[in-house]
């Protein structure tokens, strides 16, 4: 079970903290990632974790924007998003998938979350 918080409405330059709390699998071997959703629009991935060595991958144009990382004592993945802006409104979302593997393809994730909405203001 993956939940999401941390989502708001914040203002155009903002940050936000998005938070992932996982529960019901072994945090050694899979993937984490976060992906967002806009109305009307396709869901995309923005970043992803792989937990057996914290590595990441990014979509390209959120490098140096956003920053994905973990905290195995709490089994929490977090998304700092900085420099927010309305482009950025959409619904967040976390996901899992069972073994550590770089990918942002929605297709091969196996678990999702219900959503966080982020709204960045002008």
């Known amino acids: 079970q993956l939940v999401e918080s941390g989502g708001g409405l914040v203002q155009a330059g903002g940050s936000l903290r998005l938070f992932c709390a996982f529960s019901g699998f072994v945090f050694d071997d899979y993937t984490i990632g976060w992906f967002r959703q806009a109305p009307g629009k396709e869901r995309e991935g923005v970043a992803c974790?792989?937990?057996?060595?914290?590595?990441?991958l990014y979509e390209n144009s959120e490098k140096g924007q956003f920053t994905i990382s973990r905290d195995t004592a709490t089994n929490m993945v977090y998304l700092e998003m900085n420099n927010l802006n309305p482009d950025e409104t959409d619904v967040y979302y976390c996901?899992?998938?069972?073994?550590?593997?770089?990918?942002?393809?929605?297709?091969?994730?196996?678990?999702w979350g219900q959503g966080t909405q982020v709204t960045v203001a002008s």
């Open positions: 974790i792989m937990t057996n060595d914290d590595s990441t």
């Open positions: 996901a899992s998938l069972e073994k550590a593997t770089y990918t942002l393809d929605i297709e091969k994730y196996e678990a």
